[in-house]
């Protein structure tokens, strides 16, 4: 794929149901709903040639023209924003490139979307990318909410759990510790791969951790993971508003 005709265009999977916090993405924050900062930020990112929203819900897609963004309405039957963003971007003429960023992320980094989008434009044999960060705290290397990743020295995920790995037999060594990294919940796509994977079937792995990146890592399609100090901010419950507002306020 020459670089000249790369393309990349990110959508923002945007649905009304959430089991903690139902109808979020539209939830105020600092004076605007949670998604219109998500759309903001991420139109701040270079290198990127189109901006959307994927919802199959009217009263998003109506928010979402309101403060101006392009808005593709999509089936609500798709199981994960992965299925609704290759709908919206099926019929994308000249995109070679997709980057799935989430609607609850108000804080997502810009040059984070940018680092992802060059690496994909540079390097064709790249098909699928993601982000992960150092852990803060280690102790949240044993929370399963908290998606630990392993890479490869080429920079590829060698595993994704929600388990603490890898398993350190040697408890005494210390030279020989390797501490994961805390996986982040954005991901880049070769136009072809992303079409691949969403007709693959769920795979064992991805149902036994509940982790669909497993499922491309099962059918060998590699995963290049960005490293990154950017941890973000997402919105799960409405305790998180406060949170958010907070940093928002101190310029952070």
Known sequence: MPKATASVALVIPARWGSTRFPGKMLHPIAGKPLLHHVWERSLRAKGIARVLI??????????????????????????????????????????????????????????????????????????????????????????????????????????????????????????????????????????????KLVRLAPSPLEQCEKLEQLRALEHGIPIRVVKTPHRGIGVDTPADVARVERLMKAGR
Do not use: W
Not at 84 to 112: C, F, M, S, W, Y
């Open 54 to 195: 994927a919802t199959d819900d009217r009263r998003i897609a109506e928010a979402a023209e309101g403060f101006g963004a392009e808005v593709a309405m999509t089936s609500p039957k798709h199981p994960s924003g992965t299925d609704r963003i290759a709908e919206a971007t099926a019929k994308l003429r000249g995109i070679t490139h997709v980057i799935n960023v989430q609607g609850d992320e108000p804080l997502i980094d810009p040059k984070l979307i940018e680092s992802l989008a060059s690496a994909l434009r540079r390097d064709p044999s790249v098909a699928m990318i993601t982000a992960a960060t150092p852990f803060a705290d280690l102790k949240e290397a044993d929370d399963p909410n908290c998606v630990k990743v392993v890479v490869s020295a080429k920079g590829d995920a060698l595993y994704f759990s929600r388990s603490r790995i890898p398993f350190h037999r040697d408890a005494g060594d210390r030279k020989s510790v390797v501490i994961p990294l805390l996986h982040l919940g954005i991901y880049g796509y070769r136009r072809d791969i992303l079409r």
